[in-house]
């Protein structure tokens, strides 16, 4: 009877060790040690391992369990919190609400652009 309980455990044990982690590199249209600081602290949840956004060079690098985080759940919910990645542009209402040393030089328009004229009448 001892065995199968020992067994059982080695099994949880090694699932837990060996869980499929990735680590990608995400830019990250953000400026200052406030943003790096929101955007950290949005990615502090259950299934991502690591994440570290680089002022110089805009790159978020980011350990996750694919198990439980996607990529694309990554990109959603920096968008969400008003920044703008390589992939999703910023959710323009939260781009609205961060602080001026946060906003973008060229803010995203309601048409998702940021040319002039599209959408500034």
């Known amino acids: 009877m001892k065995h199968p309980i020992l067994l059982f455990a080695l099994i949880l044990v090694s699932t837990v060790l060996f869980a499929e982690n990735t680590t990608s590199r995400i830019e990250v249209k953000a400026n200052c040690e406030i ?17 570290d956004w680089n002022k110089e060079t805009k790159i978020l690098t980011v350990r996750y369990n694919e198990k439980k985080v996607s990529l694309s759940d990554i990109h959603s919910m920096i968008s969400n919190i008003g920044y703008a990645t390589n992939k999703v542009n910023a959710n323009i209402d939260s781009q609205a609400q961060l602080m001026k040393c946060c906003q973008p030089k060229e803010p995203v328009k309601k048409c998702g652009t940021t040319k002039k004229g599209c959408c500034s009448k």
């Open 35 to 51: 943003c790096k600081e929101k955007i950290e602290k949005t990615l502090d949840i259950p299934g991502i391992s690591h994440a």
